[in-house]
């Protein structure tokens, strides 16, 4: 085993580096303030950050780095996994935004493994030209965790499904184009043989959506109702009823792009350097032994982190199938966003609760918005207890109950 990047992987490394300076202002990650892990507090400082936003997507897209590990022949760049893995910690670490990521990082993956000819055909390349985006459908009132338990259905007519049921913390729906919806299309069959993925146009007559403000205040997600909403039969993605075999990989694939390890090292470094500059009761902060044991607490955590991002890549590009190790991933990591929020509101006192840009304000106002976003981290994408279970059930082979 050589623990290093080939010259292939360090080049293109180097040339992510060089590409983000040149599409990103100088400034733009200490401007930045959104929480590694968390969904809300996403929020740049700025006037021009749509113009940017606009900017860097479109450099993104002619460079073909939404595709990085697609087939070429979908129009991807055919590298591999490990490659992606690279780009998403460097993109994170300088905190460049998040493309695309549910269509791009979720949705086209999925299709690619799971999906026929013309499904491929159909979607990826509108994916690709970053024509479309999307928002997931999984969760409803009754169905977070277990999911098996969805009630909306989808009942076939000539041509067409009708759909009916409700959605609920629907991310960004109110700005996607297209739902990736799971819905129950076999009522009668057993559980796990009854669900198939369509893709729904999300302004399709009978679906409305009604917001849901966060902790943050921020309007990010959505409850989402379906009244005999008709949806091409052809739009259906994978196999008949075999939606939640499809769901595993999506999952797999949900858990690894959401991650973006390098924003944790960001935080860290960040962190450190706050750390090394602060005094309490005339004693510099690197002093205090409390201090010094969270950061190292953290510094080591986060390289587990780094381990299972290269180890997860490493299966994709073996084809396996890293359904364990992307729950270790996403496990360390949401659990880690929450303890950095925890460090920084302790370390730093009352003076963690300022979060106005001012003389005394430690951190840049980040310890108070990422104290209560780092909250989400641990329950989308599946909750850590769900995570842990993962992990006994498939990678111990404990019983799943
Ligand atoms: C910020 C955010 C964004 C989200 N975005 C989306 C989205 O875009 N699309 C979407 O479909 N969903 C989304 N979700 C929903 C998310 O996937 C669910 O909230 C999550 O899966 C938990 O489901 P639930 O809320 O129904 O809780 P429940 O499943 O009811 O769980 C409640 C509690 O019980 C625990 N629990 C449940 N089952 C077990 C078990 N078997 N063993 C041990 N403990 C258990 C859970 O860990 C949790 O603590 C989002 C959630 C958040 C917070």
Redesign the pocket.
């Known amino acids: 085993m050589e623990f290093k990047f080939n010259p292939r992987e360090e080049a293109f490394r180097q040339e992510v580096e060089t590409f983000l300076k040149d599409a990103l202002p100088p400034d733009w990650a200490e401007k930045d303030i959104s929480w590694p892990g968390g969904?809300?507090s996403g929020g740049f400082r700025g006037d021009d950050t749509l113009e940017i936003l606009a900017r860097y997507r479109k450099k993104l897209i002619e460079k073909g780095w939404n595709t990085i590990s697609w087939p070429k022949e979908y129009g991807g760049r055919e590298y591999t996994y490990i490659e992606q893995a690279i780009f998403d910690e460097r993109t994170s670490y300088y905190r460049a935004p998040n493309i695309d990521v549910?269509a791009g990082g979720m949705v086209a993956p999925t299709i690619l493994r799971v999906g026929t000819e013309a499904q491929k055909k159909k979607w990826i390349p509108r994916i690709a030209a970053g024509e479309i985006s999307m928002?997931?459908?999984?969760?409803e009132p009754?169905?977070?965790?277990?999911?098996a338990s969805i009630q909306t259905t989808a009942i076939q007519d000539g041509d067409e499904y009708v759909i009916n049921g409700q959605?609920?913390?629907?991310?960004?729906?109110h700005i996607s184009d297209y739902a990736w919806l799971i819905v129950r299309t076999d009522p009668s069959a057993p559980r796990h043989k009854s669900a198939s993925f369509f893709l729904v146009e999300t302004k399709s007559p009978g679906i409305t959506i009604r917001p849901l403000q966060?902790i943050l205040g921020n309007y990010?997600?959505n409850e989402v109702f379906f009244d005999n909403v008709r949806v091409p039969a052809e739009n259906l993605v994978g196999e008949k009823n075999m939606g939640f075999y499809h769901l595993m990989t999506a999952l797999d694939f949900e858990r690894v792009v959401l991650v973006g390890i390098g924003g944790f090292k960001r935080i860290l470094e960040e962190l450190v350097a706050q750390v090394k500059k602060t005094e309490r009761d005339g004693l510099p902060l690197p002093n205090i032994q409390s201090v010094r044991l969270k950061l190292a607490r953290i510094a080591t955590e986060i390289e587990a982190g780094y381990l299972l991002t290269w180890r997860t890549a490493e299966m994709l590009d073996k084809g396996l199938s890293p359904s364990v190790e992307s729950s270790a991933l996403k496990l360390v990591a949401t659990e880690l966003s929450r303890k950095m929020a925890e460090a920084a509101m302790d370390i730093f006192g009352p003076y963690s609760l300022i979060e106005e840009e001012t003389a005394f304000t430690p951190f840049r106002g980040m310890a108070p918005r990422g104290y209560l976003d780092c909250?989400?981290a641990t329950?989308?994408?599946?909750?850590?207890?769900?995570q842990?279970?993962i992990i006994a059930y498939r990678g111990l082979g404990l019983p799943r109950?």
């Open positions: 969904y809300g549910i928002w997931l459908g999984y969760s009754n169905a977070g965790s277990d999911l959605k609920v913390w629907s991310s960004l729906a966060n990010h997600y909250i989400s329950i989308g994408a599946g909750t850590s207890e769900i842990r279970n109950k």
